[in-house]
Every structure is written in structure tokens, then in C-alpha cells.
């Protein structure tokens, strides 16, 4: 992936996965967007670093938090955004995604954002553009490599030494691309120990993140834990229904106020969203004073805005 997503001169080309980024890339971009949500909190406006250029979101599976916070990230940066009707376009007609992005390229759109429920899609669309640049907003349970940069960011604020860190993620790990993400981005800032837990059927092969703990019962997965990353069950992805129990599910896996006492004493309590309260977290951790999940949120746009910038400089 790294030709694809790097030039020749080791220059962000595309931003298609976390895998193989390395700590020199991601540190960057991390401290771009620290700059960035420093500038525009600091002013109320900002570097119009996109001012002239044109961004497309393709977004072919739903969205709350990426889609808005990849525009909102584009319009404070002075770009053009459009968010492409995927529903009246013409790939209803039969065009291919690539002739479609050949399309729109030659209106002079600069960058898309693209969502896609199969794995790769965005990496289709990097190696068919001419001079557009893709940003992948996520692919099937491959990556949602903004999410991973974001997630990161919201722990850093908190711990500069991801080397003293203990990161739990709980539940759906093997249909999730922020999991894979999250995973590439904590393997390459040096997470002291990353801890996998949930039912065996969630966990990823064996051999996919030979570097984390493999934790079933949750409970052992919390102790001392930094940081506790919550994944809902992403039953879109599943071939069959591996979860029927939702209440035993929660029983054994949700994240409650008595099992988040057995984490370290300031432990962050993270979601990427969507949320299923009452599956795999309880309201009131979802809400309470350890929750960190809307700072992911908020700095979703500032993470967004470093990317973009990142990838059209001239
Ligand atoms: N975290 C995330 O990708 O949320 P959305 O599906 O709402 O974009």
C-alpha cells in the first residue's frame, strides 16, 4: 500500500489505511491537527489552507459523524464541498465507480471521501485517479483511517507516552475497520499493551494482531487498563447472527460503572460511534465523567482538516 499511499519522495499521496503509516507520518499529522484546532479555537477562524479547492464526500454506506465532520473540516478550510446523491447518480444506471470519479475529476474536484461497504474500494479509486486525491472514510472492516488519527489524537491529549499505556478494546473486533485502525495507530505510536476482548467468535485470526492480548473475559481485559475502547456489534457485516443474547451480551462484555472500577482510576472510556446504549456500554459510563467520546467527536474535524491540508498542498 505504501506506493500507492506515498509518492516517490515519501510524501501523503492518498490516505487510504493506517497499516504501514509510519510514526514519523502519523506524529505529523497529529501535530498538524493539534496546530489546526489550536488556530481555529484561538481566533474563530483560521488558515484558509482550502480556499479554491473542491472536495467531493462519496459516501455509499450511511454516516453521522464522518461525513459532517469531513465537510465541516472542508468548508472551515474555505473549500468547495459536495456531497455527492449517491441515490440519483447514475451508478444506479450501471456506471462504474471508476468512470463515475473520472467524471467528476473532470470537473476539477480535488480530493474525494469515500465510504464503501467493501473492502479496498477506496484503493480502487486511488490507483484509477489522475490527479484527485482519495481519503478513505471507511471500507468494510478494513480501515477508517481518519477514526484511527482522531482516536489517537484524543488519547495524546491526555498521555503523551503511549509506551506507559494499557488499551483495552472490547467486542466486535473482527467486523470492525476502526479496531483494524485503531491498532495500526497504537502498534506504531508504541502502545505499551493493547488487549483484545469479547466472544471468541468477534475476535480477529489469530494471527492478524500477533502483538495484542487476546483477553476473553472482559473483566481480566479491564484490570488496569488506560485506556477502555468500547465496538459496537456490527451485525451489517456479519454473514449469520453470532450475538442472539444482547442481554447476556451485555452481561459479559458491556461496559458498566463496576467493571470500569477494575481500570486504572483516570481511565478513558472511548466509542467510536454509533453507540448501542445498554449492549456494549451503560448510559451512564457512556455519559459519565470518564467518557471521552465526544472529544473523538470534536476532534474528528480537526484530524479531517490536517489530512486534507496534508494532502493538497501544492
Ligand atoms: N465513527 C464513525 O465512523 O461514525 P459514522 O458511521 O457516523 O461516520
Known amino acids: 500500500m505504501s506506493g500507492l499511499q506515498l509518492d516517490s519522495n515519501g510524501r501523503l499521496r492518498h490516505l487510504i489505511t493506517l497499516e ?4 514519523k507520518h502519523i506524529e505529523a499529522l497529529l501535530d498538524r491537527a ?17 480556499s479554491g479547492r473542491t472536495i467531493i464526500n462519496l459516501f455509499f454506506e450511511a454516516s453521522t459523524r464522518t461525513r459532517t465532520s469531513f465537510e465541516l473540516a472542508a468548508r472551515r478550510l474555505g473549500a468547495t464541498v459536495l456531497n455527492f446523491e449517491i441515490s440519483s447518480s447514475s451508478t444506479n444506471k450501471g456506471e462504474t465507480l471508476e468512470d463515475t470519479l473520472s467524471t467528476l475529476e473532470a470537473m476539477q474536484a480535488d480530493a474525494f471521501v469515500v465510504r464503501h461497504r467493501e473492502n479496498g474500494t477506496p484503493a480502487r479509486l486511488a490507483r484509477h485517479s489522475r490527479r484527485a486525491v482519495i481519503l478513505n472514510a471507511g ?11 482522531l482516536d489517537a489524537l484524543t488519547i495524546r491529549d491526555r498521555h503523551a507516552d503511549f509506551s506507559r499505556l494499557k488499551v483495552t ?3 466486535d473486533i473482527r467486523h470492525s475497520r476502526v479496531a483494524r485502525s485503531d491498532l495500526h495507530v497504537l502498534t506504531a505510536l508504541g502502545a505499551g499493551e493493547i488487549r483484545l476482548s469479547g466472544p471468541a467468535a468477534l475476535m480477529p485470526a489469530s494471527d492478524e494482531f500477533p502483538n495484542c492480548h487476546i483477553v476473553e473475559n ?9 485506556v477502555v475502547i468500547m465496538l459496537r456489534l456490527q451485525r451489517e457485516r456479519m454473514a449469520e447472527a453470532l450475538v442472539n443474547d444482547e442481554a447476556d451480551y451485555f452481561r459479559r462484555y458491556g461496559l458498566t460503572t463496576e467493571r470500569l472500577r477494575r481500570a486504572a482510576a483516570d481511565a478513558l472510556v472511548m466509542h467510536p460511534g454509533p453507540m448501542n446504549r445498554g449492549i456494549e456500554i451503560a448510559a451512564d459510563v457512556a455519559d459519565g465523567p470518564q467518557s471521552v467520546i465526544l472529544d473523538q467527536v470534536s476532534n474528528g474535524i480537526p484530524v479531517r482538516m490536517a489530512a486534507m491540508a496534508s ?4
Not at 504501514?20 to 510514526?23: F, I, P, V
Open 139 to 149: 471500507d468494510g472492516n478494513n480501515a477508517h483511517p481518519t477514526q484511527g488519527l
Open 311 to 314: 494532502l493538497l498542498e501544492a
Open 20 to 23: 504501514g503509516l509510519d510514526r
Open 218 to 226: 472482559f473483566d481480566d481485559a479491564v484490570a488496569g487498563s488506560d
Open 34 to 50: 493539534t496546530e489546526l484546532r489550536d488556530a481555529f479555537a484561538d481566533s474563530g477562524g483560521g488558515p484558509q489552507l482550502l
Open 169 to 171: 478494546l472490547c467486542g
